[in-house]
Nanobody, 115 residues
């Protein structure tokens, strides 16, 4: 069992930056692939960025070159640095841990980007 707690959301103007953090409790954090998803009102939840247990990263096209995902296995945390934010980035952001067919979710943190 893995418990995830996100922090760092808030209100920011377009062009600004925010850093989201996700703290994990439970065993074997380093074995999990970690990801950030987001869900805007009226839309489906979508993958934003993922970092594998080996450290390989992948990003949605919409955030490539603006967002950076990272992980710290010693601290059992994963972060999402978001730069050059746009109003279209407004959503609830969720931390996700995946190991095989097991998925765990955080409670979500709101990010609002004003124009």
């Amino acid at each position: 069992q893995v418990q995830l707690v996100e922090s760092g959301g808030g209100l920011v103007q377009a062009g600004g930056s925010l850093r989201l953090s996700c703290a994990a409790s439970g065993r074997s954090f380093s074995s999990y692939a970690m990801a950030w998803y987001r869900q805007a009102p009226g839309k489906e939840r979508e993958l934003v960025a993922e970092v594998s247990s080996a450290g390989t990263t992948q990003y949605a096209d919409a955030v490539t070159d603006r967002f950076i995902i990272s992980r710290d296995n010693a601290k059992a945390t994963t972060s999402l640095q978001m730069n050059s934010l746009k109003p279209g980035d407004t959503a609830v952001y969720y931390c996700n841990a995946r190991f095989g067919t097991r998925y765990y979710w955080g409670q979500g943190t709101q990010v609002t980007v004003s124009s």
